[in-house]
């Protein structure tokens, strides 16, 4: 019996109707292994992950695949980004025994949880020296029944040494200018000067680090830091990772041009790099960064935005495959359903051949669109297709017959059969989109992104937040999910919640921000090391507490937290908030100079302590006064590194920052402190935007 049917992950619904017994991870799929002494299948993946649709097709719908499995195995299956905590736990195991990993993540476990083999995709036949997925199930049962004392032993052994390793945290103290140089000047050495970006193909967008560049130029004027954020940025922009027509970022680029993406679209890759752009245009004023930024924006409300007013987690890579011209005058056209063969085919939805150009455009503008978006006879994909770029070429180009050309694309590429969405709603991920959207809509005038990031702030509220304000990690249609928050989930809405809360001006996002924190201090820190840990202390005991500052794909766990607690204790003055983001940051001090690549957002939250961070409290009569708003607005745009500005009346209680400050000769005021000390008022934007480096 298959129990995935009443679940609320996309992912293990796509598996619902396997052939295989599929248990949710749980304890009474352990009790099961045990009371049948087999051995736990413990298979892992995401809805969007292309390998793991290619195993689920070859093996998991098959059915003698499927008959082995049932009879040798209590077969488990994860949601990695339900359970990122079961991920990173047995993820460290594979990386530690193979040197690699990836998903979809294969690891097999005594009935007391302990992993003893690994693997992550296997093939349904043997090759290029890796065994078929039978083979390895057969070779597990094997060992199972006829070498039981070994196989405890290795899974003894691999627990134990899990349990042993410990984290180089580094020291209580702070780093300072010199780690920070150091990390620089690492991140120099690994730049790509030609195409932008750090190391080679595999190529990911390395949000987390344009976020340290911009705020280290922005403390130090270093044009270094600027030069590289800057040009990281327009290449990625120009480049296939980025939708030339709809907007927003795929995962990464398989090579090192940015030319080619592996084409799922998650929602934590754009809400960073949405407001990277928009920090980017802050900083410089760059158009190309203000399109970005706007045009990432519009596809996460367009394309995730959930019923409910949150956002789905991802687009899949693959999609089904339009039927050609030529396939669509055929009869029938090949095809399960109107415009679709039925075969699921990465990146499909978003390629393009210049005869299907010449279909929608006809023969002139297709000409000017092969030109313009880098599309080749020979493809720069797969079967002649192309991928579409913005090159670098000295023509020009007449504006509005290319906005006429793309509004045209877009609306036939609407028609192909679209790729899949998952629905789910991550905590974390969502926080990420709420800072991004609230503060692309203050900077860029379009109110409708920050009631975007509001509406998405009341569901988390309503909706996945207990009476103790801990988190739920997910929801989907409305529906909360039985897993806890992890350290990520605290850290990131606490983040999203203190943006809302220094754009819209109401006092309980940051009273929220402060619930959040405050779990964070209780439930996640070791009081003895201030060290983090990503699942609170009350939370389902793994073989192994997850523990991970480097930052992925995402903003560590732990590098949010120290910036979330940072700014909290900016806005209100808590001692124990600001002693315990310190004393976080002692990692990155360890980290910083030796893998600045992993840990840009600690090197980023560094630089907010290094320079304050400031403090801005605006004061005026009302919220919609003109002086009020044009001061707000330029605290809003300063660039000094992880600012925090508060906005209100004088007599207004929701802001601890607004305290004892009244307006200056009548008028609206800004007033700038940092480490102690303020800045006399002022009534200037002019001054302000001075002060701030604006």
Not at 40 to 59: D, F, I, K, N
Not at 190 to 206: H, I, M, N, Q, S
Not at 382 to 397: C, H, I, N, T, Y
Request: aromatic letters at 8%.
């Amino acid at each position: 019996m298959n129990r995935l049917a009443g679940v609320t992950s996309p992912y293990l619904l796509q598996h619902a109707d396997n052939p295989v017994d599929w248990w949710p991870w749980g304890p009474e799929a352990f009790e099961e292994a045990k009371r049948r002494d087999v051995p736990v299948l413990l298979s892992v993946g995401y809805s969007a992950c292309h390998w793991c649709h290619v195993m689920a097709h070859e093996s998991f719908e098959d059915r003698e695949t499927a008959d082995a499995m049932n009879a040798h195995f209590v077969s488990v299956k994860v949601d990695r980004e339900e359970r990122p905590d079961v991920d990173a736990v047995y993820m460290e195991a594979v990386q530690a025994a193979t040197g690699q990993g990836g998903w979809p993540m294969t690891v097999f476990l005594t009935p007391d949880a302990e992993p003893f083999y690994f693997g992550t995709y296997f093939p349904p036949a043997p090759r290029h020296g890796t065994p078929s997925f039978r083979q390895v199930l057969q070779g597990v049962h094997q060992a199972w029944d006829e070498r039981r004392d070994e196989v405890g032993e290795v899974a003894g052994k691999i627990t134990r040494d899990l349990a042993d390793r410990v984290i180089s945290y580094g020291d209580d103290r702070l780093p300072g200018e010199e780690e920070l140089a150091r990390a620089l000047l690492g991140l120099t050495r690994e730049y790509d000067p030609r195409r932008g970006g750090f190391g080679g193909a595999p190529k990911f967008p390395p949000s987390m680090v344009i976020e340290f560049l911009l705020r280290h130029h922005a403390r130090t004027g270093a044009e270094g830091a600027l030069q590289m954020a800057r040009d990281t940025c327009e290449r990625m922009a120009r480049g296939g990772i980025y939708d030339q027509l709809g907007g927003g970022f795929a995962r990464y680029s398989v090579d090192r041009d940015w030319v080619v993406p592996h084409f799922e679209k998650m929602l934590y890759d754009n809400a960073l790099l949405c407001r990277a752009y928009a920090h980017l245009w802050r900083a410089t004023g760059s158009e190309l960064a203000r399109r970005v930024a706007l045009e990432t924006a519009d596809f996460m409300v367009r394309e995730l935005r959930t019923t409910e007013g949150g956002f789905a987690s991802a687009l899949d890579a693959d999609s089904e495959e339009a039927v050609s011209p030529e396939g669509r005058r055929q009869k029938g056209g090949g095809g399960r359903r109107e415009g679709g063969t039925g075969r699921q085919v990465e990146g499909a939805y978003y390629v393009w051949t210049p005869a299907q150009l010449r279909e929608v455009l006809g023969e002139d503008d297709a000409a000017l669109a092969v030109r313009y978006f880098g599309v080749t006879e020979e493809g720069t994909f797969e079967k002649g297709a192309s991928v579409l770029q913005l090159p670098q070429r000295d023509e020009v180009f007449d504006a509005q017959r290319i906005d006429g050309i793309r509004e045209r694309l877009l609306a036939a590429r609407a028609a192909r059969p679209a790729p899949g969405r998952d629905d789910k709603v991550v905590a974390a991920w969502n926080g990420l989109a709420i800072a991004a959207l609230a503060e692309t809509g203050a900077y860029f005038g379009r109110p409708d992104l920050t009631e975007a990031a509001v509406a998405a702030g009341d569901l988390l509220v309503r909706l996945h937040f207990d009476e103790q304000a801990r988190i739920a990690r997910t929801s989907k249609d409305g529906r909360v999910g039985a897993n806890a928050g992890v350290l990520e989930d605290y850290a990131d809405v606490a983040e999203g919640f203190l943006a809302l809360a220094a754009v819209t001006g109401e006092g309980v996002w940051l009273e929220f921000a402060g619930l959040l924190a405050d779990h964070i201090l209780a439930r996640f820190t070791d009081d003895e090391s201030g060290a983090l840990f990503d699942t609170a202390s009350d939370a389902e005991r793994l073989i192994r507490r997850p523990q991970d500052p480097t930052d992925n794909a995402a903003p560590s766990g732990w590098t949010a937290a120290a910036g979330a607690l940072l700014s909290y204790a900016a806005h209100t003055g808590s001692e124990p908030h600001r002693t315990a983001a310190e004393r976080a940051l002692g990692v990155v001090k360890a980290l910083g100079p030796r893998v600045p690549r992993f840990i840009g957002w600690g090197l980023a939250v560094a630089e907010a302590v290094l320079d304050g961070p400031r403090e801005i409290a605006v004061v005026g009569p009302t919220l919609d006064d003109p002086a009020t708003t044009a001061l707000h607005r330029t605290a809003l745009l300063g660039t000094a590194p992880g600012a925090v500005v508060a906005v209100g009346t004088p007599e207004s209680d929701e802001f601890p920052l607004l305290a004892g400050r009244p307006l200056v000769g009548g008028e609206p005021a800004a007033y700038v402190c940092r480490n102690f000390t303020c800045d006399a008022p002022t009534t200037d934007p002019d001054r302000l935007r001075t002060a701030l480096g604006g």
